[in-house]
Nanobody, 116 residues
Framework: QVQPVESGGGLVRPGGSLRLSCVAS????????MGWYRQAPGEERESVATVTALGSTNYSGSVKGRFTISRDNDKNTVYLQMNNLRPEDTAIYYC??????????WGQGTQVTVSS
């Protein structure tokens, strides 16, 4: 089954920035509400940011003002610009559709580690 492909993670110092990308294959992407999710060790996967098909965005309280989600429908791609990163942002980041059932099987994700 096709999975989204996330990239752009890495090791960054507190206060640094990263830009994540996610390519989600398949038709109808432009009509999908999309989200970025993250899972820290020992924690449940949580929603970080969402963008509707029309471009409206929403953020969890912990990232609001620091992260920006965007999309490029011509490239079937969703982005997450992360600024002023904190150690508590350390997690594996995934993208998928919003709501249930998910449109795609969860991908491998991309590891973000914030540490000095």
């Amino acid at each position: 089954q096709v999975q989204p492909v996330e990239s752009g993670g890495g090791l960054v110092r507190p206060g640094g920035s990263l830009r994540l990308s996610c390519v989600a294959s398949g038709s109808g992407f432009r009509f999908d509400h999309m989200g970025w999710y993250r899972q820290a060790p020992g924690e449940e996967r949580e929603s970080v940011a969402t963008v509707t098909a029309l471009g409206s965005t929403n953020y969890s309280g912990s990232v609001k003002g620091r992260f920006t989600i965007s999309r490029d429908n011509d490239k079937n791609t969703v982005y997450l610009q992360m600024n002023n990163l904190r150690p508590e942002d350390t997690a594996i980041y995934y993208c998928n559709s919003v709501g249930r059932p998910k449109k795609w099987t969860w991908g491998q994700g991309t590891q973000v580690t914030v540490s000095s």
